[in-house]
């Protein structure tokens, strides 16, 4: 990953308690589809306020899915910590499912009188389209900032097939990842520490 773990985890202390609740609660409470439908509204928000970069985006992303629980909420620790430490991760979590819980709620309490209502029907049909835009929108912009390597691409595509038509699990496919990755890190290290020193031995040689 890219992200560096001091980045992750550095508080920013000139961002206030109450401007994250704020936040995240304007972020759950216009959020339909689930938890990645939130990923744009958190983008947008975020490099707002220059809270996250691009590049930090598809880090904590990563990591929220990776992680147990529901991505929304573990969107909202991650980057509540790296904003406000512990408070600021307690803070982001409640503002965004504070809205949701009540919106929920209502529903729940009214919808058994109105489930069958055409006009209802017709509002959630109208808003499934809008939420598939949402999600994929901001997945191709991460996707053209991100993959600028070939194999990042092919990586990509693959994962996209695995995913989506052969119900692969995403982190099945993330600790694979990180696997290799780290092995092809450790292997590169290896190579270049042993250059380096045929490299200081050709040296002493020489003198």
Request: with cysteine.
């Amino acid at each position: 990953m890219n992200m560096s773990e001091e980045t992750l985890n550095a508080p920013k202390e000139e961002v206030s308690l109450w401007q994250i609740f704020t936040v995240f609660a304007k972020i759950g409470a216009f959020t339909s589809g689930g938890g990645y439908a939130m990923i744009p509204l958190i983008r947008d928000e975020m490099i707002k306020r220059d809270w996250m970069t691009d590049e930090e985006l598809p880090d904590i992303i990563a990591m929220a899915q990776s992680a147990p629980g529901v991505l929304a909420v573990n969107m909202s620790i991650f980057v509540g910590h790296k904003l406000h430490g512990v408070k600021g991760s307690v803070i982001a979590t409640l503002g965004s499912v504070i809205p949701s819980f009540i919106t929920i709620l209502l529903i729940a309490m009214i919808f058994t009188n109105f489930r069958d209502n055409p006009v209802v029907e017709r509002i959630f049909k109208g808003i499934r389209p809008v939420v598939v835009s949402l999600i994929a929108v901001p997945m191709i912009n991460m996707a053209r900032k991100n993959n600028k390597t070939w194999w990042a691409w092919a990586i990509s595509i693959v994962t996209l097939f695995l995913v989506a038509f052969l119900s692969f699990s995403p982190i099945y496919i993330l600790l694979v990842l990180i696997v290799v990755s780290a092995s092809i890190a450790v292997i590169k290290n290896k190579k270049e520490a042993k250059n380096c020193l045929l490299y200081t031995s050709d040296a002493a040689d020489d003198k």
